[in-house]
């Protein structure tokens, strides 16, 4: 099937909701750095959250994922990322603070420090777990590229879970979540790495592919067969 790409200004949404992605047939928010259209992206991922609609978060659509689900479902108002929010109540999304060096020595990092030392970059396999979403779509492990600096904060983990987030892989040394998702959706689904990195024209990446299935049963089941499928990048 063909896909049609719209880009969306998350501002946009922002200022007139979310009435432009009613015909949309999946929705993927990418990554980025910065506060500028956040919040539209997070009234995007509640669309798409509460409509049933195939989501796919890239590294910040996944943290705003979390921050969505934490506002909406767990009751935690005022839940951010310290990226944008430092004074944040539920910090869900935070600063890796404390990491091991080659050496095994801790380092000290914070918002004032270093851009690129404040980053986990590079590969990493990490074990999935069996029976998830990411189980189907990867197997037993992945072994996927990062650049980012924030991670989803363990502390919050447990009230997530209580509510239907589930963390589908951890790193196995640092033990931070991986990949997300929602087990009642049918598709909805958070990495905090990039396939996007290993992902060709000729050789599309089994994500991606899976993704764009979801899609093509969502369009089925709305009575919306043929033709190209819709998908709204915010």
Known sequence: SRVKIHYVDSEEVERSG?????????ILVPGGFGKRGTEGKIA????????GIPYLGICLG???????FARNVCGLDGA????????????????????????GRIERRNEGSDMGG?????????????????????????????RHRYEVNNVYVPQLEAKGYKVSARTPSENLPEMMELPGHAFFFGVQF????TSTPRNGHPLFKAFVNAALKYRANAKRPGGTLSVVAA
Not at 18 to 26: G, N, P, Q, R
Not at 129 to 140: C, D, L, Q, R
């Open 18 to 26: 979310t009435a432009m992605l009613e015909k949309m047939d999946a």
């Open 44 to 51: 995007a991922i509640r669309h798409a959250r509460e409509k």
């Open 62 to 68: 996944m943290q705003l994922a979390t921050i969505e």
């Open 80 to 103: 951010n990322s310290t990226e944008f929010d430092p004074d944040t109540p539920h910090p869900v999304v935070a600063l890796i603070t404390e990491w091991l060096d080659r050496t």
């Open 118 to 146: 404040t980053m986990r970059l590079g590969a990493q396999k990490v074990p999935v777990e069996a029976g998830t979403v990411a189980f189907s779509v990867y197997g037993p492990e992945v072994n996927e590229r990062h």
């Open 194 to 197: 990039h396939p996007e990195f």
